[in-house]
Each structure stands twice: as structure tokens, then as C-alpha cells.
């Protein structure tokens, strides 16, 4: 059955923009007629808390958003995980990164280099070299073995979108499969037909799309939803003030008039207009791309 799907990561509790997207995926499957998941993408063992997850379940669920099924956490698929790497590691078709993050930053601000892609340092290296390296011990990451071709994908809203792809990384350096790798599997496991998510991922998708292609998996429907942003213009964090559903409350605001004012944000409710999720999903048109939610406009950041 079409799937659609919710995937926060438990590093902190959700703030609006996490909830608006989460409202835009939420009416994207209901409006379809779709099963509506929620999985939580606990692979970091360092910023994942188990609190985080109870909050934001629960924050969900205050503002109205249902799932089918339970919970399902990325950090209980590590076989189905290392099953893919190593399919993928059999074809060459991955190859171990020695380079530190701070390596991989200052060599992507060389000029010609695209930011944030990986400029193939340890592309080349020889079996020995990498051999000796992991002798030595450092730690190596697995990258996919792109070309750096161009890939185009289709958004629902934006159409086709071409990118050219980056050789992501697919396990980290401490043994945990990467985001990149389990997202792609997690979610063809999970028969997610589409991928509702902030408009932040869309430079990668391009890249999740190729590892897909060599898995010999569907690609799903992308849609990616702009993202809040702070009055700054950047997106939105919590130094923006009271940016989580429990800054809110504690200021006064219930849950009903942030689920109004997110509901307005998407230009489906007044803004002070008191609604249910029911009554969104016969206004929610999924051929319309979210309008821009810049800068926040829920009058919610200190000029109430
Ligand atoms: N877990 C990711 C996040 O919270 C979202 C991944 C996705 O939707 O593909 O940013």
C-alpha cells in the first residue's frame, strides 16, 4: 500500500518548522488515501536520546497527526543495513575515506569545488595505501563511487531538478551505516512511495537517487517543503526564541493556535483561526507547492 512518511531524527525536540513539515507529509498521505509512518532516524549514537523521540511522538500527536503502524527505528536495521553496504562493496562500487571533516571543509572551499560535495581525495587510492592507513588506524568512512554525473529527479512541486551527484558517504567512520545509505533502503523497505521532507535535502536527493538506481530499488516521489526560517532570514533554530511546543506553552500558547498558525503559514487557515487536522485535509490542494514560510510568520517569535 502507498506509504507516506515522517522520518525526524532524535536529537532534539521538533521545532516548528520539523512540525510544519510534518503536517505538509501528514496531509500529502491522507489526501492520497496513503499509509502514514513515522520512523525515527536514531543512527547517531552520540546526539540520539530516547527522551527526544518521547517528545516528539508526543508533539506530533498533540497537533493532530496520526500513523499506522508503530514506530520503527533506523538503529533496529543495521543487518538490512550492512547487508546493502556489502552488496554495494562486492561491485567497487564503494571505497574507504580517511578524510577528516575538517579536511573535506577546507577542501571543498577550494574555488571550483561545489559546497558541501567531497572532492575525491581517497577516490584513488591505492589497496595498499588504504591497507597501510587502516593498519595504522584511522578510521575510514565509505563513500559511494560516483561518477559526479548528472542526475535529474522529479519533485512534485518543482518538477525536474538536475544535480550532479557527490560520492556520499554510506558508512560512517564509527561503523554506523550513514544517513544517505539507510534513508534510501529504510524507505523501500517501508514502501514509502513518497518522500515528504524539508527543502534542505533536496541537494542530496540527486545523489540518494543514483544509490538507488545501483540497488536496483524504486525511486519514490519526492516533494520538499520550504523551510521555515527566522526573522534573520536563516532556518530556523532555537536561537530563534520559542521555537518548540513546549516554549510555546510555557509562554501562553496551546498547541491549537500553533497547529492555526502553521495551518496559515501553509495558507490553509486564518491566523487565528482554530482548526482540526480533518479540516485541513479538505482544504490541502497536494498539487500546490507549500507557500515560502520566510520569515516566520506565525507572529509566535516575540511579536505576538
Ligand atoms: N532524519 C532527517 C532529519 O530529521 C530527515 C531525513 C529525511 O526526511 O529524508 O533531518
Redesign the pocket.
Known amino acids: 500500500m502507498p506509504t507516506g512518511?515522517?522520518?525526524?531524527?532524535p536529537?532534539g525536540p521538533l521545532h516548528l518548522g520539523?512540525l510544519r513539515?510534518a503536517m505538509v507529509a501528514w496531509l500529502c498521505a491522507r489526501s492520497d488515501h496513503s499509509r502514514f509512518i513515522v520512523?525515527i532516524?536514531d543512527l547517531d549514537p552520540i546526539t540520539s536520546r530516547r527522551e527526544h523521540e518521547v517528545t516528539q511522538l508526543a508533539d506530533l500527536a498533540a497537533l493532530g497527526l496520526d500513523w499506522d503502524g508503530p514506530v520503527v527505528r533506523q538503529s533496529q536495521r543495521a543487518g538490512e543495513h550492512q547487508a546493502v553496504l556489502q552488496d554495494l562493496a562486492r561491485r567497487d562500487l564503494t571505497y574507504p575515506c580517511f578524510c577528516s571533516r575538517r579536511e573535506v571543509r577546507e577542501a571543498t572551499v577550494a574555488p571550483h569545488g561545489i559546497p558541501g560535495s567531497y572532492p575525491g581525495t581517497c577516490r584513488s587510492l591505492s589497496a595498499d595505501e588504504a591497507a597501510h592507513r587502516v593498519h595504522a588506524g584511522t578510521p575510514a568512512a565509505w563513500r559511494l563511487r560516483s561518477e559526479g554525473e548528472a542526475v535529474t529527479i522529479i519533485d512534485r512541486w518543482r518538477g525536474a531538478v538536475t544535480q550532479r551527484v557527490d560520492d556520499i558517504v554510506l558508512r560512517r567512520n564509527d561503523g554506523v551505516a550513514a544517513?544517505h545509505l539507510a534513508?534510501v533502503v529504510d524507505?523501500d523497505d517501508q514502501q514509502v512511495a513518497e518522500?515528504?521532507?524539508?527543502d534542505?535535502?533536496l541537494a542530496a536527493t540527486s545523489s540518494?537517487a543514483l544509490l538507488l538506481d545501483l540497488l536496483a530499488r524504486p525511486r519514490p516521489q519526492w516533494a520538499h517543503v520550504p523551510l521555515v526560517r527566522g526573522s534573520d532570514g536563516e532556518r530556523l533554530a532555537k536561537r530563534h526564541g520559542a521555537v518548540t511546543l513546549a516554549d510555546l506553552d510555557a509562554e501562553g500558547i496551546g498547541v491549537g493556535r500553533v497547529r492555526s498558525r502553521l495551518a496559515a503559514s501553509l495558507g490553509l487557515a486564518g491566523p487565528d483561526e482554530i482548526v482540526t487536522m480533518a479540516q485541513l485535509l479538505g482544504r490541502f490542494d497536494p498539487g500546490q507547492m507549500p507557500p515560502d514560510a520566510a520569515p516566520l510568520p506565525f507572529g509566535l517569535n516575540g511579536h505576538r
Open positions: 512518511r515522517f522520518a525526524p531524527s536529537s520539523n513539515t520512523r532516524e544517513y534513508v524507505d518522500v515528504v521532507r524539508g534542505d535535502l540518494q
